[in-house]
């Protein structure tokens, strides 16, 4: 019973006529796809501003480092109160997060103020 239903319905199937698209279906298709490409502008993610700013923030963070792992070398003046105050806010910082070691505090510090800037470069752009 199951057999000729199916056999009944595939040569009902089969006598229908497949439906054809109109004259111009393909022509009209592919000028839509033309328009949408015209459409598309690239645009950067990090502009060129960007870019120096994160440049320079990795530059300024290998100068810090440079400073806090050389604990040989001699530093006066304004350096030394400098690196004294970095200390003493890593040691205030650290002492919220537990027994975190400050490479660990200063790079979470560094991904906030990324994250921060984002923020205000995203909302800068959109205006």
């Known amino acids: 019973m199951q057999n000729e239903l199916n056999d ?3 040569k009902k199937l089969l006598q229908k006529s497949a439906e054809k698209p109109s004259k111009g279906f393909s022509a009209s ?3 839509r796809i033309a328009a949408a490409k015209e459409g598309i502008v690239y645009q950067p993610v990090f502009s060129k501003k960007t870019w ?3 440049a320079a923030m990795f530059v300024g963070l290998l100068v ?3 400073v806090f792992s050389s604990p040989s070398a001699e530093i006066t003046g304004k350096a030394a109160e400098i690196k004294a105050n970095a200390k003493a ?3 205030t910082v650290n002492g919220f997060f537990g027994s975190l070691s400050p490479t660990v505090v200063i790079s979470v510090a560094v991904l906030g103020l990324l994250f921060f800037a984002d923020f205000f470069l995203k909302k800068k752009r959109a205006a």
């Open 64 to 66: 810090v480092s440079f």
């Open 52 to 54: 120096f700013l994160i």
């Open 8 to 10: 009944k319905h595939t």
């Open 29 to 31: 298709v592919m000028e």
């Open 89 to 91: 806010i890593i040691g």
